[in-house]
């Protein structure tokens, strides 16, 4: 449930917060006071990809946060918990920075995360239903999902689309093998080759690096040694060597301490100093008698690194790559070789499994006829009582065949699923897309919302003009369908309909305002006498006229008599 949203310099938005509760969150105001900007910062936290555009004019980002209520939520805590993401006492805080330059980061609690991430996430949080959201009823793609959603198999059918893609892969493996023989074994000579030349070279992770440090040692061997030996004698005990400068110094600081006792820690700090010099200038001395230069030894290096690098030219960038690419062709010469075999058994792996997933589609299918038939009676249930009398609604399910008349199955299936409307008496079935009425595509929507409300695990519906050209008795049906949802989940609606900012628990005004040259959207709560004036605005466009006053209060006390009346 979303239980606070906050916007700062987003388009019209100067900075607003908004509290939401259960049930019917209702969002009113005139056309332009920002009530769309809201759906827009919406957006964001479900992962929309940002348009710069909306961050406020004279501001360099806009920062959009939301705190939700998960508690309930399942499917949500596990995702976090899966990520390492706390939730604080059953809440978690979205928060979504755009930027007109730069990273633009998200936030999931304080924990970073991409916008991929957030897009995942935000469908276990909320739902956006608007003109454009209703478009996806015209696909029938989406109209297998709506079903198998209604169905309650949606865990099958992904279940099932896994094992489809595992026999698939075994189906391109066992055609891969099924080339020429010629072609197999020109394919298994050249593995065979590169196979055995990268083996004779027995290359080690990690070799190419130590070889090039050891080259560099062996190229400047010379100037090395002058280096080391010069490093030698000024540290040891010769006539002008660090150790002998020390000793003396630590002679001098004796002599001083016997005058005066103030410098008598510098003995210490001397002693110290000339143990540390004496113990490096041993290690030096080490290091020089174990120097040697052995020009067989370079030539040896330069040799192997020529090799690598011929190897890297052929077959990878790096040793790394060499290495890989010999593992992945050892494995296809495997392969190869062993044709016959691998054959027969991917050949049984194959028909084995085809078995299996036509078996699973057609028990999905079963599934979905039943289905079918519950969601058209539910639908043209709800379609009739939202002011589509006569609509009859279709819910097909009709198997594909391939050109032997066999079964065709995709990865959801067997089934081509489609949704068909005739929204008057005498007119055929027909697609959605070919529906002209915005408000008719509205109305199924909300019934399809409606009939899933109890099964969809989604919290919050957010309804951006649900109302699309409708009026009357068909908006106070509307209405009534929007709160008895709301007894299921948090619906956000915003409208323009008195009819259905009746039946709000929670009732919000979006307006707009001019401070100075500066245009602001604003938000506050309306209730009591505010609440009926924003009613009679609504119906009539001015508050201050006493009929629509009137009106008003009577649509309220009615509304508050008839909420609690259920789908049914």
């Known amino acids: 449930m979303l239980e606070e949203l906050t916007i700062q310099n987003y388009a019209l938005i100067d900075r607003l917060t908004i509290r939401f509760s259960r049930g019917m969150n209702v969002l009113s105001g005139e056309t332009g006071a920002g009530k769309s900007i809201l759906v827009g910062a919406l957006g964001l936290l479900r992962g929309v990809k940002a348009d710069t555009s909306s961050i406020r004019t004279g501001t360099e980002e806009a920062v959009v946060s939301g705190v939700f209520d998960i508690s309930s939520n399942q499917p949500a805590r596990e995702w976090l918990e899966g990520r390492g993401i706390a939730d604080e006492d059953g809440s978690v805080v979205v928060r ?6 730069g990273r633009s980061p998200i936030y999931l609690q304080s924990s970073p995360v991409t916008r991929s991430d957030l897009e995942e996430f935000g469908t276990m949080l909320f739902d956006i239903h608007g003109q454009h959201a209703h478009q996806s ?24 689309a896994r094992h489809f893609s595992e026999i ?7 055609e891969k093998l099924l080339t020429s023989e010629r072609e197999r074994l020109r394919q298994a000579d050249l593995l065979r080759f590169s196979v055995d030349e990268i083996r004779a070279a027995h290359l080690t992770p990690g070799e190419e690096e130590e070889l090039e440090k050891e080259r560099t040692i062996l190229s400047q061997h010379e100037k090395l040694y002058g280096l080391i030996e010069e490093l030698y004698a000024s540290l040891s005990e010769n006539q002008r060597g660090a150790l002998t400068e020390l000793r003396h110094a630590r002679t001098l600081v004796d002599q001083v301490t016997a005058i005066d006792e103030e410098l008598s820690g510098l003995s210490t700090r ?15 001395g080490d290091y020089r008698q174990r120097m040697s230069f052995s020009p067989e030894r370079l030539e040896e290096v330069e040799e192997r690194l020529a090799l690598i690098r011929k190897l890297e030219k052929k077959y990878g960038n790096t040793l790394s790559e060499v290495l890989q690419y010999c593992d992945e062709a050892e494995q296809e010469l495997a392969d190869l070789e062993n044709y016959e075999h691998d054959k027969e058994t991917l050949a049984a792996q194959i028909e084995t ?3 299996e997933i036509l078996a699973e589609a057609r028990t999905i299918s079963e599934k979905r006829k039943k289905a079918a038939a519950h969601l058209e009676k539910t639908i043209v249930a709800s379609v009739q009582k939202l002011g589509m009398p006569k609509t009859r609604f279709s819910v097909s399910v009709e198997r594909r065949s391939n050109s032997d008349g066999q079964p065709a199955c995709g990865p959801h299936g067997i089934d081509q699923i489609r949704f068909r409307l005739a929204a008057n008496p005498g007119e055929p079935l027909k697609p959605l897309r070919s529906i002209a009425s915005g408000g008719e ?10 009939a899933f409300a109890e099964s969809d695990h989604v919290p919050t519906l957010i309804f951006d003009e649900i109302d699309a050209g409708i009026g009357g008795e068909v908006a106070v049906q509307v209405g009534e369908y929007l709160y008895s949802l709301s007894r299921f989940k948090q619906i956000l609606c915003i409208t ?23 245009t602001s959207t604003e938000v506050s709560p309306v209730r009591d006498d505010d609440r009926v004036e924003e009613i009679a605005r609504m119906l009539s466009g001015d508050a201050a006229v006493s009929v629509s006053r009137r009106h008003a209060e009577e649509m309220l006390r009615k509304s508050e008599e008839g909420n609690g009346q259920d789908l049914g």
């Open 96 to 101: 979504r920075t755009v930027k007109t330059q």
């Open 137 to 160: 009823l015209m696909v029938e793609e989406n109209h297998r999902r709506f079903l198998d959603q209604f169905a309650g198999i949606e865990d099958e059918v992904t279940g099932f």
């Open 168 to 174: 698939a892969a075994l189906r391109r493996r066992y």
């Open 270 to 284: 001397l002693a110290d100093a000339f143990y540390e010099v004496e113990d490096i200038t041993e290690t030096i």
């Open 353 to 355: 499994g085809q078995s």
């Open 441 to 450: 595509i509205s109305r199924v929507m909300l019934a399809l919302k409606s």
């Open 496 to 518: 323009h309909l008195a009819t259905i900012a009746v039946r709000a628990d929670n009732h919000i005004r979006v307006e707009k305002s001019v401070r100075g040259d500066r």
